[in-house]
């Protein structure tokens, strides 16, 4: 099992920027695959972007498509998503989850990982 601790949420303009970090620990990082997923109110959590154990695959929501990068750095045993040209739709609470790699495609569904952090609240005002 891993621990998974997010950061760099808060309160940006339309059109802003902000990096989430991912901080993992307790398990070898580099055999995770990595998730990022959004709850915003009154609605399901949703799938934001994933990155393979190695950071060779990589997959988007199309709603994020464009805006926001998924990166990882295993040296540092963190995950990371940059999100551009922020919407106030993309705000939420913003986790980070984890799967051991089965060295398949990078997994979209909630039901695919194991670990999940406690969340960051972003917020996008406009």
């Known amino acids: 099992q891993v621990q998974l601790v997010e950061s760099g949420g808060g309160l940006v303009q339309a059109g802003g920027s902000l990096r989430l970090s991912c901080a993992a620990s307790?398990?070898?990082?580099?055999?995770?695959?990595m998730g990022w997923f959004r709850q915003a109110p009154g609605k399901e959590r949703e799938f934001v972007a994933a990155?393979?154990?190695?950071?060779?695959?990589?997959s988007y929501a199309e709603s994020v498509k464009g805006r926001f990068t998924i990166s990882r750095d295993n040296a540092k045993n963190t995950a990371y998503l940059q999100m551009n040209s922020l919407k106030p739709q993309d705000t939420a609470v913003y986790y980070c989850?984890?799967?051991?790699?089965?060295?398949?495609?990078?997994?979209?569904?909630?039901?695919?990982?194991?670990?999940w952090g406690q969340g960051t609240q972003v917020t996008v005002s406009s």
């Open positions: 989850a984890a799967v051991i790699t089965t060295g398949g495609p990078t997994l979209k569904t909630e039901s695919g990982y194991d670990d």
């Open positions: 307790g398990a070898t990082f580099s055999r995770y695959d």
């Open positions: 990155i393979s154990w190695i950071g060779g695959r990589t």
